[in-house]
């Protein structure tokens, strides 16, 4: 029986990448001179810390630029709020969502059932759903339905067999 799997994962390594080009811009930058801003990659996050609100906004402007010039999906940052941090300087952690959590699974699920296409199963395993059909091409009609509508994540479709 054909299926798929719909998975939500970005990159680490064009993540790291992107990160430290941003990084170097900012040090390299005029407007960003004196200010103590940084960018900062932990295990699934990136710390951005600088001395104002308009300053992180350019600071995040930098980072999505960098991330749309290595093909990473701006919907994979997840941001936080902004914090206050020594000497009136702001904090702001930006998250990576990798995976698909329960909700966004059941999102998913609902929105394959409401396609109405005719033998087309799916199921939740981890952090992952498989789509399974009798026809390939009900299958490659569910991917085109999931690539249409947004789910807040960045969507993989992975493993196609037949």
Do not use: C
């Amino acid at each position: 029986m054909p299926s798929f799997d719909v998975v939500s994962e970005v990159d680490m390594q064009e993540v790291r990448n992107a990160v430290d080009q941003a990084d170097r811009e900012i040090a390299n930058r005029f407007d960003f001179k004196g200010t103590d801003s940084s960018i900062e990659l932990k295990d699934q996050s990136i710390e951005l810390e600088t001395a104002s609100e308009d300053r992180l906004k350019a600071l995040t402007q930098v980072l999505e630029e960098k991330f749309v010039k290595r093909k990473l999906s701006l919907k994979s940052l997840d941001y936080g709020k902004i914090e206050e941090a020594s000497k009136g300087a702001v904090r702001q952690t930006v998250s990576l969502a990798v995976g698909i959590n329960a909700d966004k699974a059941r999102d998913i699920g609902k929105h394959i059932k409401a396609l109405g296409v005719k033998g087309v199963q799916h199921q939740t395993q981890g952090e992952q759903l498989r789509v399974t059909a009798k026809k390939r091409d009900d299958l490659q009609d569910v991917i085109a339905k999931l690539k249409e509508h947004d789910f807040g994540i960045p969507l993989q479709f992975e493993n196609f067999r037949d």
